[in-house]
């Protein structure tokens, strides 16, 4: 009996055994020695395909960084008093060319801080941007909200991230009409795709919203409005249609159910995408239709249908060329298990990370059999445990950051530590 075939019969132990996790850790902070617990991060799980095929790769394994990020800073108003500063929900994390993590977060909305964070503390900037050391590089971003409560100059409901070929910030919004792109100190908005506030959908959808056109069921089909926007990803490779470099490619998700293109200047050039169950379709209500969009090393397109559990895979005409579904072998009931994902830093890309908020964990699938081989943590609030995973990257060495929203409210590192 060959290793494949002994785990295929250790199925139903294992989904038993599934959740269980070794603690471990010691956390020391502001001169305080605390024992605490650390925790074993990675789950192992049978191969299982979706397809009926097997997969020969072995998943790597991470343990979290419990002292990254470095605590935030204090700082003092003009009465002398300290404040510290919190990030509230985190939207997105993505990674320069430098290793640098950039991180869009809530703190500074409407009722961004909860009265739990602490009376004193303060929202953090809205982009924070650290080394891998989880030092903070800088930060930036226009903090303004207006009298309506909604924000002055970025997008509302900061949400996905992206960092280009160039080192320019990318920024989308699920409560606004924009997709921003930024130079990299966020000194200077480069471009911007769509109107602030103005959405691609009926005046009547919202009448009482400081944004009436933003939300659900949005119209699909303008080609200089969008709505609500959740990600966004840029391809230095020249277009298939237009040849030129730096097309930016669009989660049109929250209002919208579509992948839109637009060219480097931001005219349109396509979309693709539609509500409903079927090929290629996006689930109806809820959000996230599409959640993410990620460009592959194999010049495929990668979008999330988050409340359907499954991965749509398209070429970059929006040809559908196959279905990915996240279906643990255990069966595990839960909803929204594809929230984002990103890959292997290997030029194949052998891996590829799911985030699955549904279950809070984060899957990984060998890329190419679309199959789960392995997982990184479980729901709970201790280091290596995630509530309300919403975003996933990975640095050069093959380290694996995600970001939590809502009830998470923070960054987490996780060391690769084989293969």
């Known amino acids: 009996m060959d290793i494949l075939e002994k785990m295929d019969t250790m199925l139903g132990d294992w989904a038993r055994k599934e959740g269980i996790m070794t603690l471990t850790r010691t956390h020391v902070a502001a001169g305080f020695l605390v024992l605490g617990v650390a925790v074993g991060l990675r789950h192992s799980v049978p191969t299982f395909a979706q397809s009926g095929g097997r997969s020969a790769s072995k998943a790597p394994t991470f343990k979290v960084d419990p002292f990254w990020p470095k605590p935030l800073p204090m700082v003092k108003d003009a009465e002398g008093q300290s404040h510290l500063w919190v990030t509230g929900e985190v939207g997105a994390s993505c990674i320069d060319s430098h290793d640098h993590i950039i991180t869009v977060n809530r703190g500074f909305l409407k009722d961004g801080l909860l009265r739990q964070e602490g009376t004193q503390s303060i929202p953090a900037p809205p982009v924070i941007v650290y080394d891998t050391d989880g030092n903070i590089v800088t930060t930036w971003g226009d903090a303004t909200i207006t009298d309506k409560g909604v924000t002055a100059t970025l997008p509302n409901g900061i949400h996905g991230c992206f960092a280009d070929a160039q080192d320019n910030i990318w920024i989308a919004g699920n409560a606004d009409g924009i997709v921003q792109k930024w130079s990299h100190?966020?000194?200077?908005?480069?471009?911007?795709?769509?109107?602030?506030?103005?959405?691609?959908?009926?005046?009547?959808?919202?009448?009482?919203?400081?944004?009436?056109?933003?939300?659900?069921?949005?119209?699909?089909?303008?080609?200089?409005?969008?709505n609500n926007p959740a990600d966004v990803a840029v391809d230095p490779n020249p277009d298939p249609v237009t040849g030129q470099r730096g097309s930016v490619y669009v989660a049109d998700g929250y209002g919208n159910h579509r992948v839109v293109v637009f060219d480097s200047t931001g005219k349109y050039l396509r979309q693709w995408g539609s509500s409903g169950t079927g090929p290629g379709q996006f689930v109806a209500t809820g959000g996230g239709h599409p959640h993410c969009v990620v460009l592959g090393n194999d010049g495929l397109v990668y979008a999330c249908d988050r409340g359907q559990n499954r991965i749509h895979v398209f070429d970059k005409t929006g040809a559908l060329k196959r279905t990915i579904q996240i279906d643990p072998p255990d069966h595990m009931k839960a909803t929204s298990r594809a929230d984002d994902l990103t890959f292997s830093t290997d030029p194949a890309q052998t891996f590829m990370f799911v985030v699955d908020l549904g279950s809070d964990r984060v899957w990984i699938l060998d890329r190419v059999a679309g199959t789960i081989v392995g997982s990184v943590g479980r729901a709970g609030h201790m280091a290596g445990e995630f509530t309300f995973p919403h975003t996933a990257a990975v640095d050069s060495r093959g380290n694996l950051y995600v970001a939590e929203?809502?009830?998470?409210r923070r960054n987490q590192k996780f060391l690769r530590v084989t293969p």
């Open 185 to 226: 100190d966020g000194k200077q908005m480069l471009l911007q795709i769509g109107t602030k506030g103005s959405c691609d959908g009926p005046p009547t959808l919202r009448p009482q919203a400081p944004y009436p056109t933003c939300g659900e069921p949005g119209s699909n089909g303008s080609r200089v409005l969008l």
């Open 405 to 408: 929203t809502v009830g998470g």
